[in-house]
């Protein structure tokens, strides 16, 4: 799966040193993958004299460290909110691989490897409710397309629909989910990611479940729908590997999130994202329970839920912004890109219902995956 007035966080402009200051640290975090929560090492200060502490709204950190999952977001994300907050702070701010399932050690251990990690609507309901978030303090720019309930944990994110990507190259183009389970109709496999990420969703609305009606699942209607195509799937383990083998011609259709879509586009491919019952979803950037440097961290989700910063990162990826003045910042041709456009054809996802799911929908998709 990225709302809001200016900061009022206080962040100094330290000028050009900052810039060479967080060059050389990536460079370090590049050379010395620990000091970037690679591994469980106590190089991220957790627990020892660079804890996080916040003195009358001063950053007294001097990183902070953002766990995401790579690809394009993370180079976005980078350009549009990690370099300028380093500028802006002298606060040298870097990625690290991000792990969900090491937020219940996380708890256990009072220490956590990292400062912000980029959660799905679903996990912030999932972490939120285990007590594993930190509350975001007062002063800290909330997202308002963000459901009020979740605003005190989460912040700063973006939004994203996941639907059928295809060639614009066939003859018809697909308009529904029966159309991508119907491969006598619109011939070539098609791609599907090899973990649990809407592909029950889309078998169910296949077979006429709608919308509303998705949770709780009904595994085995879904899983046997999901046979139906088996032998006509390639599987991806990245996003990227998912639209390579759309633009190689390996598949016809592609479940994959929009912005993958519209940045090749963009570039030329032919390619088209139908946003019929597209899966609208949001992400948040959170900060986990005992984040070493957790000052830092709430003042970074400050600075990502600025319009400004919304923007740049919206006109990158076209992922939607959270924070809604920062569409009034964008061109209409960018704007007709994002998820936000297209909520009245979209299907927005109850992440309530899927957060009680999802282990049990895991669980049942690893075990579909492994069977001959």
Not at 1 to 20: I, K, V
Not at 157 to 173: L, T
Request: proline fraction near 4%; charged fraction near 25%; aromatic fraction near 12%.
């Amino acid at each position: 799966m990225d709302h809001r007035d200016q900061s009022g966080t206080s962040m100094a402009r330290r000028g050009p040193a900052a810039w060479l200051r967080l060059m050389f640290g990536v460079l370090v975090c590049a050379l010395v993958f620990a000091a970037c929560g690679g591994d469980d090492s106590d190089s991220t200060g957790g627990g020892g004299e660079e804890e996080a502490a916040s003195q009358n709204g001063e950053i007294t950190s001097d990183q902070v460290i953002f766990a995401d999952y790579g690809g394009t977001t993370r180079t976005a994300r980078t350009q549009a909110f990690l370099a300028p907050f380093s500028q802006e702070t002298d606060v040298r701010a870097v990625s690290a691989d991000a792990d969900p399932a090491k937020f219940q050690l996380f708890v256990e251990n009072e220490r956590a490897d990292w400062d912000l990690i980029d959660l799905d609507s679903w996990d912030v309901v999932r972490f939120r409710d285990q007590g594993a978030l930190e509350e975001l303090p007062a002063d800290v720019t909330r997202a308002d397309l963000v459901p009020e309930e979740f605003q005190a944990v989460a912040s700063g994110g973006y939004n994203a629909s996941v639907g059928m990507g295809f060639s614009s190259d066939e003859d018809a183009a697909p308009q529904t989910w029966a159309d991508f389970f119907d491969t006598e109709k619109f011939p070539g496999k098609r791609a599907l990611p090899n973990f649990a990420y809407f592909q029950a969703e889309a078998a169910l609305l296949a077979d006429g479940v709608a919308c509303e009606d998705l949770y709780p699942m009904d595994f085995d209607r879904a899983f046997a729908k999901l046979d139906e195509i088996r032998d006509d799937v390639l599987f991806y383990d990245s996003f990227g590997q998912g639209v390579q083998y759309l633009a190689q011609g390996s598949v016809s259709q592609v479940l994959i999130p929009h912005g993958r879509i519209a940045v090749l586009k963009d570039q030329g491919l032919p390619m088209e994202f139908n946003w019929n019952d597209a899966f609208f979803q949001w992400t948040a950037a959170a900060v986990p329970k005992f984040a070493p440097h957790s000052d830092a961290a709430f003042a970074l989700v400050d600075f990502m839920s600025q319009p400004e910063q919304q923007a740049q990162f919206a006109r990158l990826t076209k992922y939607g912004p959270m924070n809604s003045a920062a569409l009034d910042l964008l061109d209409d041709a960018t704007k007709e890109q994002l998820p936000n456009a297209h909520l009245d054809t979209a299907c927005e996802v109850d992440n309530e219902g899927l957060a009680k799911d999802y282990d049990a929908y895991s669980k049942r998709f690893t075990e579909w995956l492994a069977k001959d």
